[in-house]
T-cell receptor, first 108, second 115 residues
Framework: GQQVMQIPQYQHVQEGEDFTTYCNSSTTLSNIQWYKQRPGGHPVFLIQLVKSGEVKKQKRLTFQFGEAKKNSSLHITATQTTDVGTYFCRAGTYKYIFGTGTRLKVLA | DSGVTQTPKHLITATGQRVTLRCSPRSGDLSVYWYQQSLDQGLQFLIQYYNGEERAKGNILERFSAQQFPDLHSELNLSSLELGDSALYFC??????????????FGQGTRLTVV
């Protein structure tokens, strides 16, 4: 069955440092979505990528979809304490499966 | 506020019991997804409904069942509860299914504690 792995599992960074999480699938994806879950909160939709090689930016966040549509990355430039949380990718066609998540801690 | 409403917010029950979790999707959304999140764990996909019909099943136990009603609200029934069923159960909704308009909006979750 489809599996979606994320690395790293945890990341601690100093405020101002960059952060990247990677999402890797065993199968070709039709699209990929990214979500952020703050501690004690619910997942919140960030963005969706559909096209091979697609790159999208939201302020300090850059999202990429691999050329083979099997992997994706989320890069945060100059992290802030408000970036704390767990970042998940979500992929599938009907059975939308979440990646294992990357928990980000930002040290002030 | 995502527009997705889940009730109750908290539920404490004993082993062997049965509970029903309720979800009202955002207005206009036809898809409903159920996810289970154990403490500090990821989000496990349970089941998806679209416009009243089951669309996809994940790792949903036989003791669990769900349905989506004509008014599009959904219920997740958990029976013969075990301690390991304690988790946060999220409902999410989206406009579409498949690959179109599937951005999911999540409710606040129901925290189930089995004692």
């Amino acid at each position: 069955g489809q599996q979606v792995m994320q690395i790293p599992q945890y990341q601690h960074v100093q405020e101002g440092e960059d952060f990247t999480t990677y999402c890797n699938s065993s199968t070709t994806l039709s699209n990929i979505q990214w979500y952020k879950q703050r501690p004690g909160g619910h997942p919140v939709f960030l963005i969706q990528l559909v096209k091979s090689g697609e790159v999208k930016k939201q302020k300090r966040l850059t999202f990429q979809f691999g050329e083979a549509k099997k992997n994706s990355s989320l890069h945060i430039t100059a992290t802030q304490t408000t970036d704390v949380g767990t970042y998940f990718c979500r992929a599938g066609t009907y059975k939308y499966i979440f990646g294992t998540g990357t928990r980000l801690k930002v040290l002030a | 506020d995502s527009g997705v409403t889940q009730t109750p917010k908290h539920l404490i029950t004993a082993t062997g019991q049965r509970v029903t979790l309720r979800c009202s999707p955002r207005s206009g959304d036809l898809s409903v997804y159920w996810y289970q999140q154990s403490l500090d764990q990821g989000l496990q996909f349970l089941i998806q409904y679209y416009n009243g019909e089951e669309r996809a099943k994940g790792n949903i136990l036989e003791r669990f069942s769900a349905q989506q009603f004509p008014d599009l609200h959904s219920e997740l029934n958990l029976s013969s509860l075990e301690l390991g069923d304690s988790a946060l159960y999220f409902c999410a909704s989206s406009v579409g299914e498949g690959t179109v308009n599937t951005e999911a909006f999540f409710g606040q979750g129901t925290r189930l504690t089995v004692v």
